[in-house]
Every structure is written in C-alpha cells, then in structure tokens.
C-alpha cells in the first residue's frame, strides 16, 4: 500500500505530466477536487501536492480564490533567463571536458528526435525536446546539482510558457544553433561550447519574450475595445 509522502508525489509528477500535455495550461483556475477525481486518489495528497508545486513556483494560491496555474510574465521571465544563461554556459563549458562518444551518439538522436517534431506552430512537444536536450549537456557535465537546479528552471520556464507563442522561424533558428553546439562539443572547445551556448539561449530569451509581449498588447487591445 502506497504511504502519503508517495500518494504526494505521484500527484505532482500526474500534475506536471498533465501540464507538458496541455490538460492543464497557464492561467487556469485548478480545483484540487477535479484533480483528485481524475488521478483517483483522495483530496489530501493532491492538496499537498499543490502546495509543494507552489513552492516550486508552478502553481499560485490566493485567499478566496484557490490555485491557479499563472502565466509567465515579461520580468519572471527575464530573471529565469538570467539564471539560465549563468548556469548553462557554465555546465556546456563543463560538458565539452567530458563528454565522451557515446555521449556525442546520444546527444545526435535527441538532436533528431527534435528537428523531426515540425508543424505550423511551435508545439510543446517540440519544446519538451529542446529542454531534453540542454538537460543531457547538463548530465554530461558531470556536475549534478547544476543539472538538477537545471531542472527546476525547465519546469518553471517551460511548463508555465504557451509554445504557440513562439515565431514559427525558431524552428530552424535553433536546430542551427544546435549545431553549432554539438560541434563545439565533440571538438572538446570548452569557450566555443559555452559562447554557443550563451547565444542559443539568449536568442531563445528574445524570442520568448517577443511571445509575451504579443500576448500583453493582445490583451491591452482587448481591453480598449471591450
């Protein structure tokens, strides 16, 4: 018999799967009861769960008002960026020392897998695989607190983010970015992986910025002419 702290558990991972899966979207009102409903399990450790993924900084609680998924806004967003060009041009400057051929091999098809997800529109499932991706570099380090802050910073930027946002142009834009990394990787060029690094994921800052200014002036039309 699964004790609570599992119950707990197996609730946040089905509420992050149900966010990467678009059952669950930014800005949406959550009612733990629903959620319950659909894991079937009791109310308690889906309670609890939500509040470990507030801690997170997933999910926001507001008196009178309950949980709800917020969206991504212009200054979280600079800030996660900001973090994450520190911490990945440090962890590619760390893999390229390392990385070895079987991790070159590896590192090819998730390169694959990724240029294969195409559409009219940037879809989530594209973006999942671009995270996979930064976070083997990250594993290839060797340095796993690095890998596993990483992690964090993916599930606050990516699980909180409308990928229809983003330019239908990034697409090509970071497969190319992509290579040039892999290169520097495998030519063991520790400077060439990290400023590779830096300017995939800046430019990728600017894009997703772009996608939530869009939204904002969306918004502020609407609401002139409502």
């Known amino acids: 018999m699964k004790n609570s702290q599992t119950l707990v558990e197996i609730a946040c991972k089905q509420i992050k799967l149900m966010l990467l899966n678009d059952e669950l979207v930014a800005g949406q009102k959550l009612r733990y009861q629903d959620i319950a409903k659909k894991l079937d399990m009791s109310q308690t450790p889906v309670n609890l769960a939500l509040v470990r993924l507030e801690n997170e900084g997933l999910v926001r609680w507001e008196a009178n008002k309950g949980y709800s998924i917020p969206e991504l806004n212009m200054e979280e967003a600079r800030e996660l960026y900001e973090l994450r060009v520190l911490l990945e041009e440090f962890l590619a400057g760390k893999a390229a020392e390392r990385i070895t051929d079987s991790d070159l091999a590896e590192l090819r098809k998730l390169l694959d897998v990724h240029r294969s997800v195409r559409g009219e529109v940037y879809c989530r499932e594209r973006l999942w695989c671009d995270a996979r991706i930064h976070l083997a570099i990250a594993q290839y380090s060797g340095h796993s607190n690095g890998a596993a802050y990483l992690h964090q ?53 600017d894009r997703m910025l772009l996608g939530i200014q869009d939204k ?9 002419w409502g």
């Open 153 to 205: 910073l993916f599930d606050r930027i990516y699980l909180r983010y409308r990928p229809e946002r983003l330019s239908i142009e990034r697409l090509t834009e970071a497969e190319q970015q992509h290579e040039k990394l892999f290169k520097a990787l495998a030519a063991h060029d520790v400077q060439g992986a990290r400023e590779s690094m830096r300017h995939h994921i800046t430019v990728g800052q």
């Open 216 to 224: 904002v002036e969306e918004r502020r039309k609407v609401k002139l």
